[in-house]
C-alpha cells in the first residue's frame, strides 16, 4: 500500500511510520517528491491490520494497492469458470436461464410457471419458499411446504431449482430440496449464512447488496469460496442511488468489470434491477449483448395478483418472446442460450 | 393508496382496477381529473398485497399514503421512548454516550478503555466481540473470550455494556453478558436475527442499513416491537453515497425527521459516520446540537494499533475534550448529558 | 396533486387547504380515510405555486400527479421524433453513431479521427473545441481554431459535427461551423444557454446531469423545445453514485423509460458512462441490445497521449470491431445502424 | 501520481510506462513488490496530462496523490480567511447569517423580511432575482426590478445583499446591485461565468453542486481565485442521495474537511440541504455546534403563499428562536454569531 505523508510532515513522522509499516512485515520504500513524501509499503497487504496506520502522525491518508480478495480472482485462476446444475449452464461462453414467480404461492403457480418458463427456454426454476420482507406485515412464504412445491415442479420438468435460503437453520432444510442456494441481497454480508453455504454441496447464487461495492461483493464470495464451495455465481440486481424513476438502478458495466476481475460467472436480474415489468424486456437484451453469463428473472401467470413482486414480473407471453430475442442476441455477439437437452 | 391512471386508460381499464381495490378490502373513490383518471383506496393498505397493482391494466404508477409502520410510529405512541439501561438512559430530553473500542482486544485494552470512557462522561461500554468483517482474512473477534472481558469492565466501572450479535445462534450467548445488544448495518434486515433480539429481553440498538431507507428502517425496528421487546434504539451510522472523502455519509437530517416518525431514540454514531478520527469530535457536537438521544463513539488506548477501525477511532484525552464540550452544547439546547450516579 | 394531511389534522386545517387548493384553480376532492384525510386536487398543477402548499397547517405532504414536462411528453406527440443532421439518422428504429476524440488537437488527428470513424460506420463526428475542464489548469480545447478544423473534417468526410458549447455568448460562434450543438452534462441546467440554443436552428444534444431525475432532464429539454427548437436529442452518460469502479453509472434503463415517457430520441455514452475504454465495447452492444437510439463514443488516434479522456477512448480498431457486433445486434433486435448513403 | 502495473505486466510494458512518465516531465521510481510492479511519478502532476496514462499498456490503475487545487488550499495560506461585507462577517471564528426569502416577490415582502430577520440577528439579507428553475413553467424572478428592492432593503436596513447571478451577461448588472453574488448549485460548474465573477470586485458565495466531489467544489472555487478574486465563501447545500424523506442530503462532515483542506470559510444552507421547514432550525444548530462559518436560510413572511420553495421557509418567529438559539451554541463551542455594529 501507499503510505502519502501530509505535506509538513516532520521527518520524525516519516520515521515513525517507516517503522510502523516495518512492524506489520512489510518493506518500506521512500519516496521524497517535491511536495510530499510517500512509503510505498510493498508484501501482502491483505493480512495486515494496516487500515489503522491512517491514524499515525503525520499521514495524509493511505491507499491500498492489491485488491483485497484471492481465491476469486481472475489473477489466481484466468480461465472462466462455469457453473452447471442439472440442465441449467452459466459461464465461459454460455447464457443461463433462471426464472419463475418471486414466491411460491401454490401447487397450480409453481408447476405452470415451471412448465411456461421451460418451453420459453429456461433451464432453472425460481422462486422463494423463505421470504425475506421488508415488512413484519407482508407474506412471508410457504417455507418447507413451498420447497417441496419446487422439488415437486422440477420432477416434472427437470429444470434445476433456486430459491433463496434466509438463516443459517435453514441451510440443511433448504440444501434438501434446492440446487442452488440464493443468497439475497440483504443478506450478502450475513457472514455466518455465507459460511453455512459455503460448507454445503450446492452451487450458490450470491446477489449483490444494494449499496455494496464489487470489493464486498467479492469478499463475499470469498467467504463462500474460502469454505470449499467453489460453484459460485454472482448476480448484479440493481444498487441504491438517487433514480427514483426505477425501483434500484441497473449497473450492467459490472459485467465487464467482474469478467476483468473475477473468474466466476455473472448473473443479471433485470426484475429487482428496474422494479418495473415493462423495462425487463430490453435490460435482459441489454444484459445479454453486454456479456452477462445468465439472467434471473420474475414470471408469473398473472402479475396482477401476485403474492409479491408482482410490478416486476413478467406474465408467460412476454418472456416466451424475451427469451427468443434473448437467442438472437446471444448469436449476435457469439454466444449460445443454454438449453435443456 | 392512490392508484394513478395512463391518461389514455379506457373506462374498461378503470372498472377492472376498482374491482381489483375493492376485492383487497379496500374502498375505492374515483376521481376523474382533466387529464388523468386516479383512484384513491381507502382502508389499511400495509396489510393488503396492494403493490402489485401496479401491473394491473393502464395503471401509470401506485402511490402509498399510509406510513408501512405501525408499532414505532409516533402516532402509536405521541410520548417520546426514554431507555434506560443501569446508568444508562437515551430519549426524552437525556442524551446517553457509549464509548469505547471497535474490538475487544485483550483485558487490558477494554478495562483501561471503560475507566477512561466513564471517567470522561460515558455511561456504557462498547466493544466488540462478534466482529462482522468485509473480508475473511481479517481479525474475527475475540469472541466469547471478549464477552467475558465486556463483563469484567462492567464489574469494575457500572458501565453498561453494548455488543454486537451477528446471527441467531449467539443471541442466547451474547445476551447473557450484554446489557444491550447491537445489530449492525449489515444485518439490519436479517430478519431472523431481528425476531431472535425481539424475543430477547435486553436492550436493542439498531443500526441502519448504509443503504436503507427511513422506512425500512422502521420497519425492521417493527420486526423488533412486533415480538414483544419495546426497548429499541436506532442508531444512524452513515449512508452510502458517492462522496469519498468520508467512508460514508452522515445524514443528520436524519434526527428531526425520525423524532417526527417515531416515538424512539435517536443515536448517532460519528465513528462509523465520517469514517475519520478528525471529523468525529466536530459530528459529536453537531449531532448534540441537532436533537440526538445519544452517541456511540470508538475510543482506543493508541488508535494507530488498533486490530480495526484504528482510522475512526478517538485517543482518550481527545475523547475527553469531546464530552466536556458535548456537555457544553448539551446544556445550550436544554438537554443533559446523562451522567453516571 | 394529492394533499396529505397528518393523521391528526382538524377539521379547520382541512378546511384551509382546500381553501388554498381552490385559490390556485384547482378543484378540490376530499377524500376521508380511516386514518386520514387527503384532498385530491385536479386541475393543471404545473402552473400553479402549489409546491409551497406543503407549509400549509396540518400537511403531511403533497404528491404531484401530472408529469412537470409537456412538449417533450409522449402523451403529446406518441410518435417517436427521428433526428436527421447530413447522414446522420437517430430515432424510430434507426441508430445513429457519433464518434471521434474528446478534444480537437490538430488538423491531423481530428482529420484522420473522422476518416476512421466514417469508414467504421459513424455518420457524425464528434469532438471539442470549448471544454469544460473541471480544473482551470488542464487544457481548455483550441476555441474556434478548434471549430474551423471540425469543419473541415467534415468537408473531407460529409460526417455531421457534434461540439459543445459552454455559454450563451459562443452559441452564434459555434452555430456557424457545427451541425450539432452539444450541452454537457455540467450545464444541463443553465438555463439561459438552453434558452439560447433553443432559438439556434442547429440541433441539440443535450447530456443529462450526473446528478438530474429524469424529470429535471425531460423539464430542462423543454427550455429548449420551449423556445421552438424540435431537434433535440437526449443523451444519457452516467450518473453519480457510491460505484468508484467507474467514473460514472451508466443506468440502461434510462432508455425503456424515456422511450415511454417521451419522443425524443435517446443516444448512450458508453466513454463517459463507464470512464474505462475497456468497458465501452461491451457497453456499446449493450446499449444498441436495450434499444438506443445512437451512440456517442470517444475515439482517439492513439489514447495514451490524448489531450483529455485518453483512459475511456477507444483506438481506431477497438472502434472498427465494436461498430461491426453493434450492426449484428441491431440486426438481432430489428432496427438498422444508420449509414453514411 | 502512483502507476499501478497489471500482475503479469511484461517488462517491456513497465519500460515503456517510465518513458510516458518522464516524457511528461515526472520523475520515475519503480518499486517492484511481491506480485505488482508499480511506478511512482514524482513531480506537479497537475500540469501535466498524466490522467490519460490510464490507458498505457500493462496499466492496472493511477493514484493521484496530491491534490487538484492549489490557491484554495490551506497548504498554500494556513491562516483561515475572513470575509467581512457591510455588517456581515464569516470565518476564522465568527459566524455570519445569510437570511431572507428565496424569490423577491414585492417591496413590502422583501422590506418587512429584512427588517426581520435583521431584528433576529442576521447581518446579510437573501433574495432572488433571476431565479433558476427546473420548470420554464415556474415564476422566473422579477429580474432587474427585483434586484432594485433588494438595494432599497440594504437601504432601510444596512444588511448585505446576497443574490443569484445566473449567466455571464447579467454578472455586471447583478454586481452593481449586489454585495455577494451568489452561483447556484446548478451552475457550480458554468466556468465561464466562474470566470466572469473571478473578475467581480463583489465577494462571491459559491454554492456546491448537488452532485459535486469536494475536489470539483474547490477546483471550481479555484477557477474564481484564479482570475484574482480572493472573497469566495464555500457553500455546502446538500447532495443527491437515495434518500428521499429529505430534498437533498445535508453532509454536515464537510465542514471538518473543508477546514482540513481549505483556508475558505465554509457556510451551511440548511433550507436547500433539508427541503423542509421544520428540519432547519435543527440542522442550523448542528451546524453552528459542527464549525459552520456561517448559516444561509430561506425566511418568509408566508411560508405557505410564497412564490418559490415555501415549503422550507421559516416563517419571522421560527427564524427568531433559531437565531436565538444558535448565539447559545456558538458561545458553547467558543465561537460568535456576527452581529450587526
Do not use: W
Not at 50 to 56: K, N, V
Amino acid at each position: 500500500m501507499i503510505v502519502v505523508m501530509e505535506k509538513n510532515a516532520s521527518e520524525e513522522q516519516v520515521q515513525h511510520m517507516i517503522d510502523r509499516v516495518q512492524h506489520l512485515g512489510l518493506k518500506a520504500h521512500v519516496i521524497r517528491g517535491v511536495e510530499r513524501t510517500v512509503i510505498a509499503a510493498v508484501g501482502d497487504e491483505r493480512i495486515t491490520k494496516a487500515e489503522s496506520l491512517e491514524s499515525g502522525p503525520g499521514v495524509a491518508e493511505v491507499l491500498p494497492i492489491l485488491a483485497p480478495y484471492k481465491v476469486a480472482s481472475r489473477e489466481l485462476k484466468p480461465e472462466s469458470t462455469q457453473i452447471s446444475v442439472l440442465g441449467f449452464k452459466a459461464g465461459a461462453g454460455v447464457v443461463g436461464v433462471m426464472a419463475g414467480p418471486c414466491s411460491v404461492e401454490s401447487e397450480e403457480q409453481i408447476v405452470s410457471s415451471a412448465h411456461a418458463v421451460k418451453k420459453a427456454g429456461a433451464t432453472a426454476l425460481r422462486g422463494g419458499a423463505f421470504k425475506p420482507r421488508t415488512s413484519p406485515y407482508s407474506f412471508q412464504g410457504m417455507k418447507e411446504e413451498g420447497l417441496k412445491l419446487l422439488a415437486l415442479a422440477r420432477e416434472e420438468t427437470g429444470l434445476a431449482v433456486v430459491t433463496e435460503v434466509m438463516s443459517t437453520e435453514e441451510v440443511e432444510l433448504v440444501a434438501k430440496y434446492a440446487d442452488v442456494l440464493q443468497i439475497g441481497a440483504r443478506n450478502m454480508q450475513n457472514y455466518r449464512l455465507l459460511e453455512a453455504v459455503g460448507k454445503s454441496e450446492r452451487a450458490v447464487l450470491l446477489k449483490r447488496g444494494a449499496s455494496a461495492t464489487i470489493d464486498e461483493f467479492l469478499l463475499a464470495a470469498e467467504y463462500i469460496l474460502n469454505e470449499g464451495n467453489s460453484n459460485v455465481m454472482l448476480c448484479e440486481r440493481g444498487i441504491r442511488t438517487f433514480e427514483a424513476h426505477t425501483r434500484f438502478t441497473l449497473p450492467l458495466a459490472t459485467i465487464p468489470y467482474l469478467h476483468r476481475k473475477t473468474h466466476l460467472p455473472v448473473i443479471i436480474d433485470p426484475s429487482h434491477g428496474t422494479g418495473h415489468a415493462y423495462m425487463v424486456p430490453d435490460m435482459s437484451l441489454a444484459a445479454v449483448a453486454g456479456g452477462a453469463d445468465g439472467l434471473i428473472i420474475e414470471v408469473h401467470p398473472t402479475p396482477e395478483t401476485a403474492a409479491s413482486d408482482g410490478y416486476q414480473s413478467l406474465d408467460f407471453p412476454t418472456f416466451e418472446s424475451t427469451m427468443a430475442r434473448c437467442a438472437k442476441v446471444a448469436a449476435a455477439v457469439d454466444r449460445t442460450l443454454c438449453r435443456m437437452p
